[in-house]
């Protein structure tokens, strides 16, 4: 399989149905959809729903089938990050070279922005017939866990523990569970949706959760070392700001070079987790590795 | 049956419901659970989850069964609350006699609250378990209704267009559908969605779909009347504010005459699609009554 040719397709199958879900930008009130669609076809890596679609693949059920919820993740990242560019969250101007939505559509639209691509994520979670099979229950444990991976338990509880850490002093063990939580939930339960979907085992949807979690990490000490050796027109933002806010990240608590052994540590504990999956989990294995080699 | 006892008891099962199913205040991180019960418990009404009880209960379930789905709705609608009493929204310091959440707990975590709120929301909508019944087809319809209903076609719409019509001049036609889509869409969602749960025949469900727009008119009007006659040391807030903000009401267009008879012929509507329930169905009767009396 050629990666890149694999990637792209599936980034297309998601642009697709993504550009098919949400609603058009001239449906009333006009202004929220365009707010929504801005954020949405920023730029984003989709990675989160190509994990549900991977995860489906590699338990044995065709990807197409979870497109619904597949998206509904991405809409959920990308409120976030609506949410978090906020002046009154962490104020930023640009995403991905990109104006961010505030800054383009006023705050009191963002911040509708980001609550109508929450529910909507919801919303196509819960539309049985989109999602072209019929395991109801299957799809109730899906909401769940996706709920509880976003909620204050999970991502949101990881910001409101970023922001709280900001200015303290942190060890290896906090900046770790801020991260799980921030970012790693998401991808958990990326993971765990597509699994569940495709009617895993107990015993696949366990190692494809700590596929999840060795993923996750391997992202958060990639994401660190880039803000300190990226290219900034390939990242499409400044290097150097997490120096600048004084923020706790692997580089600075273990070394650039330990962050790097790390990274490739998590790596390896991916793979494992995989080791029980055949080929058609090339996909899968594919990912782990851009993840850590990744220019933006 | 005695209304004010009968409705006391319902408040009280759904705030046990709250308190038992929000995160305590000592859960990590502590300070967006203290945000998140601190407009939770700031006053409340209760009226969406009682309607969903009330609907429940009329169609022949035990109000019990659908405490999950009944709390759901109230955090919906406080999420809503919170994040519209932003300063980048309607910008306002007290609700309900209260500080507003942002003014406590500063703008970004207000923003946090609202977002963990909506998303604890739909967590509880798919915990089967929790609602003490087995219809998991019902429970994903009731998801999918409560999500359409929040989103940027309902709520959420309502309130982008509630925003983009201040300070222009718009006909009674446009005021009805914003205030359809900005309250009555989750009224209608709270008696769809305890009807559904309760197994309601399409008669039924139609019935209950009426009697909610009706109500949610009567509900309307009323407020407009209340910011004009109304006792600012009952509503918890001053009188006056949509004369101020140049804002359409009913009042401001049909004179105040006129829109105390369109609700009291919008509590006839109410009466009118409950004809074909008996005695079970007199909670909801009351409490449309209620609604055009109330003083807050």
Not at 26 to 30: A, D, H, L
Not at 43 to 46: D, L, M, N, Q
């Given at each position: 399989m050629d990666f890149h040719t694999e990637l792209n397709k599936k980034i297309k199958l998601v642009d697709d149905a993504l550009e098919q879900l949400l609603p058009t930008a001239?449906?009333?009130?006009?202004t929220i959809h365009q707010a929504m669609r801005y954020s949405i076809f920023a730029?984003?890596?989709?990675l989160r729903p190509i994990l549900v679609i991977a995860a489906a693949e590699a338990v044995g059920l065709e990807g197409q089938k979870v497109l619904p919820v597949a998206c509904a993740l991405e809409l959920i990242h990308t409120y976030s990050l609506i949410h978090d560019d906020l002046p009154a969250m962490d104020n930023d101007d640009y995403r991905r070279g990109k104006l961010t939505n505030h800054k383009v559509y006023g705050e009191g639209m963002a911040i509708l922005a980001g609550d109508g691509l929450l529910t909507l994520a919801f919303q196509l979670m819960a539309q049985k017939d989109g999602n072209?099979?019929?395991?109801e229950k299957a799809l109730l444990q899906v909401i769940s866990e996706v709920a509880l991976a976003a909620g204050t338990m999970g991502m949101i509880g990881g910001q409101v523990a970023d922001i709280e850490a900001e200015n303290t002093v942190i060890d290896g063990e906090a900046l770790r569970s801020i991260h799980a939580r921030k970012t790693g939930a998401l991808y958990r339960a990326s993971l765990r949706s597509g699994a569940i979907l495709a009617g895993a085992t107990q015993k696949q949807l366990e190692a494809l959760t700590k596929y999840a979690e060795a993923l996750g990490l391997a992202f958060q000490i990639t994401d660190d070392i880039l803000d300190i050796e990226g290219d900034e027109s390939k990242l499409g933002k400044k290097v150097g700001s997490d120096i600048k806010n004084n923020k706790a990240t692997y580089p600075a608590l273990y070394g650039l070079e330990n962050s790097k052994k790390m990274a490739a540590q998590a790596l390896e504990e991916a793979f494992e987790a995989l080791a029980s999956f055949g080929s058609e989990a090339d996909l899968l294995r594919e990912i782990a590795k851009y993840i850590i080699k990744r220019e933006n």
């Open positions: 001239e449906t009333n009130p006009v730029g984003g890596k989709r072209g099979y019929n395991n």
